[in-house]
């Protein structure tokens, strides 16, 4: 765990680096692009957007995983994008996102594009 009293990490397991474009949906109803950028067993960080407050609850459907949805509860938000929990992070789903660690998308690759070639 960090040190730093603003930021103190809480995850799980190891931490893969992707970049699995997906869509983000809110209870709200906001529906967004977004791109994992890593995730973990306990949850991810999503590059996005879209402005989505601390503790809102986000479904995930990636684009190369069609069917498998996500859910997580937001726990940070950044610049770039949020940080998420999963709700359920014995789900199939989770180990699922984090085999797509082989599918990166080449550099300048639109999201559509991204999921086509995945």
């Known amino acids: 765990m960090s040190a730093n009293s603003e930021h103190m990490e809480h995850r799980w397991g190891t931490r893969v680096q992707l970049d699995v474009p997906t869509e983000l949906t809110t ?17 991810a960080f999503l590059e996005t957007t879209a402005t989505i407050p601390v503790l ?11 069917g498998e949805c996500l859910d997580g509860c937001v726990v940070r938000v950044e ?17 699922a996102l984090l085999s797509l660690r082989h599918h990166v998308p080449a550099k300048g690759a639109s999201h559509h594009e991204s999921a086509a070639a995945i």
């Open 56 to 66: 809102s609850r986000v479904s995930l459907f990636p684009f190369a995983r069609a």
């Open 79 to 95: 610049n770039a994008g949020i940080a998420l929990e999963w709700l359920d992070p014995g789900s199939r789903s989770v180990p």
């Open 27 to 43: 209870t709200d109803g906001l529906s967004a692009l977004a791109s994992v950028k890593n995730a973990s067993v306990s949850g």
